[in-house]
């Protein structure tokens, strides 16, 4: 990333040629900055508007039309929070009775923005320049909200905020690489700032929320807090800590589940582990949704539905009658075999399958090399799931629901 380049769109001139571009099309990227660059605009600024325009069609995805407005670097808009999600996040705050949020990390704004929007005062602080620069912009349509550089590690927060204020913790999960780049961590101290920082604040200000990562270890989390892990069209987003006024009370784990439609569904449980009941493969086969299973709350939602587990150890969930729940997909079992490459290759060539959906659970088989073994052919279409039953290698043929 050409830094120069970037922050040249802080300029006038800059953001001129930004706003200025049309809405990005790959295809005509290199012909368009051609053409500006014949024009005798700045190549590092041409450069840097693309770049921007790219991002913030991407952007789309977590920000909605925000993203039009918006300054983006790459690793700030991969670990920025859905706004779906960071509206979810400002809702602890204001059910808590908080008045002002100290976002520190504040990457590129985007929680800042939903704690803003719900018109809460925001002190939002990053330690890279550029980041912090981005932010400003990002967050100049509301007036009570401070953008600062500065490194939160080294900053004297009592002198700074009010007990009663709440903090905001979303750690970068990026470590520099001798390539130059960066690369993803899941170490909780290798977290800029570190996992015990966001645990030293958290006993300094009660009112504190933190981001981390979906796969955190469960034995990792604070007994005091509640944890909940989020996911987004089923694609889990995050694990969040809520600690003090902002955790529910008698709730240690929870799961939020955000449809594609926009509605939250959530499944809530206290410190005792509940365990699904173990019994034959029935007629349906349900497969929780990824923040349910990283919470450990299958058992739960089994009770919910009225279902059980064919293998303690697997997270699927079965039943003799179906159920409709935004917390598990479905699907009808049209058989359940011993896993044997050639029957299962013979029952796929007999039913014409030459597409097929491998779903894959407590199975050593690899789907990539089954799919070639399996030599598929045809038109038709078939969905299996590689699994244990009764602890024994399976292959369950599924039709979805």
């Not at 099309?25 to 840097?48: F, M, N, Q, W």
């Not at 800042?112 to 550029?130: K, Q, W």
């Not at 966001?198 to 005091?224: C, E, M, N, Q, S």
């Not at 569904?265 to 173990?278: I, K, M, S």
Request: glycine share 8%; proline share 6%; hydrophobic share 45%.
């Amino acid at each position: 990333m050409d830094l120069t380049g970037m922050r040249s769109l802080l300029t006038p001139d800059g953001w001129a040629l930004l706003e200025s571009l049309p809405p990005y099309d790959e295809k005509l990227a290199i012909p368009l900055g051609e053409r500006l660059r014949s024009e005798g605009h700045d190549a590092a600024t041409v450069a840097a508007a693309l770049t921007q325009s790219r991002l913030r069609a991407r952007a789309h995805d977590k920000l909605g039309p925000f993203a039009d407005a918006m300054l983006f670097t790459p690793d700030g808009l991969e670990q920025a929070t859905r706004l779906a999600v960071a509206a979810h996040h400002a809702r602890r705050y204001v059910g808590a009775g908080v008045q002002r949020v100290a976002d520190l990390g504040c990457g590129l704004g985007s929680d800042a923005m939903a704690f803003a929007g719900l018109d809460r005062a925001v002190l939002a602080i990053d330690a890279d320049e550029l980041t912090a620069a981005f932010a400003t912009v990002n967050l100049r349509h509301w007036a009570d909200v401070e953008v600062r550089c500065h490194d939160v590690l080294t900053l004297d927060l009592e002198s700074m905020l009010e007990p009663r204020d709440g903090v905001w913790l979303d750690p970068a999960r990026r470590t520099s690489s001798k390539g130059g780049g960066s690369r993803r961590t899941f170490d909780p101290e290798a977290f800029s700032p570190p996992y015990s920082f966001v645990l030293d604040v958290a006993r300094r200000f009660p009112a504190t929320g933190a981001k981390l990562a979906p796969g955190i270890a469960h034995r990792l989390l604070p007994d005091d807090a509640e944890a909940q892990w989020v996911s987004v069209h089923g694609d889990v987003v995050e694990c969040a800590v809520w600690f003090g006024p902002l955790a529910r009370e008698g709730v240690r784990r929870s799961a939020l589940v955000l449809d594609a439609r926009g509605s939250a569904h959530e499944v809530l449980a206290d410190d005792q582990a509940d365990r699904a009941p173990v019994g034959a493969v029935g007629t349906f086969l349900h497969e929780p949704d990824g923040a349910v299973i990283r919470a450990g709350l299958v058992g739960e939602v089994a009770a919910q539905l009225g279902s059980r587990v064919f293998d303690p150890t697997i997270a699927y969930l079965t039943s003799d009658q179906p159920v409709v729940s935004p917390l598990v997909h479905s699907y009808a079992v049209e058989e359940v075999l011993p896993f044997h490459l050639k029957a299962l290759r013979a029952l796929l060539r007999d039913r014409g399958v030459g597409t097929l959906t491998i779903k894959k659970r407590g199975s050593a088989v690899d789907p990539v090399q089954l799919r070639r073994q399996l030599r598929l052919t045809g038109d038709g279409e078939a969905t299996i799931a590689l699994t244990r039953v009764g602890g024994r290698p399976s292959v369950l043929l599924l039709r979805p629901l």
